[in-house]
T-cell receptor, first 114, second 113 residues
Framework: GENVEQHPSTLSVQEGDSAVIKCTYSDSASNYFPWYKQELGKGPQLIID?????GEKKDQRIAVTLNKTAKHFSLHITETQPEDSAVYFCAAARSGGGADGLTFGKGTHLIIQP | GAGVSQSPSNKVTEKGKDVELRCDPISGHTALYWYRQSLGQGLEFLIY????????KSGLPSDRFSAERTGGSVSTLTIQRTQQEDSAVYLC???????????FGPGTRLLVL
């Protein structure tokens, strides 16, 4: 089955700086890669996703890049703000996460220092 | 519109008791998924429904776990004879169709004493 590795487990950055979280996956058939943000006591919230037919996707301060050859994808957050502090999860799936569900990384605790 | 809702938000039970967790998906979403989030295992996929059908139950941790969905909407996850290792947050997600973006509920925090 799919295995997703996520690094780092904790990331502390100064407010206004950029943050990068990296994930690798094992199943070359995976073609859907979402990123979720989870705040304390809440469920995961989708922030951006990318499918394998594109290499990069951007939404305001958030961008995701995908390298299918190397089987890794990354989340980039620019101009970080205090409200970006949360746990971020990457995930991978075949066919958009249907029959096999989503396979998640272990999460990255992002801390924005004021 | 309303997002995915789950009840109860918290549940404390004694070892050996049965518990039932409920998920109300986003209206009109045909696919529904259950996940478990625990400190040791991260986010773990359990089962999915397409309509009222769950074609693959192999992700359920043991035969004490069962799930059903009726009317293509509400789903319940039942854990019989709960054990301490069942303590976790149980998350439900739904998507408009299978293979579409999944939206998560707030979860049910289960503590087995």
């Amino acid at each position: 089955g799919e295995n997703v590795e996520q690094h780092p487990s904790t990331l502390s950055v100064q407010e206004g700086d950029s943050a990068v979280i990296k994930c690798t996956y094992s199943d070359s058939a995976s073609n859907y890669f979402p990123w979720y943000k989870q705040e304390l006591g809440k469920g995961p919230q989708l922030i951006i996703d990318i499918r394998s037919n594109v290499g990069e996707k951007k939404d305001q301060r958030i961008a995701v890049t995908l390298n299918k050859t190397a089987k890794h994808f990354s989340l980039h957050i620019t101009e970080t703000q205090p409200e970006d502090s949360a746990v971020y999860f990457c995930a991978a799936a075949r066919s958009g996460g249907g029959a096999d569900g989503l396979t998640f990384g272990k999460g990255t605790h992002l801390i924005i220092q004021p | 519109g309303a997002g995915v809702s789950q009840s109860p938000s918290n549940k404390v039970t004694e070892k050996g008791k049965d518990v039932e967790l409920r998920c109300d998906p986003i209206s009109g979403h045909t696919a529904l998924y259950w996940y478990r989030q625990s400190l040791g295992q991260g986010l773990e996929f359990l089962i999915y429904f397409q309509g009222n059908s769950a074609p693959d139950k192999s992700g359920l941790p043991s035969d004490r776990f069962s799930a059903e969905r009726t009317g293509g909407s509400v789903s319940t996850l039942t854990i019989q004879r709960t054990q301490q290792e069942d303590s976790a947050v149980y998350l439900c997600a739904s998507s408009l169709f299978l293979r579409e973006t999944q939206y998560f509920g707030p979860g049910t925090r289960l503590l087995v004493l």
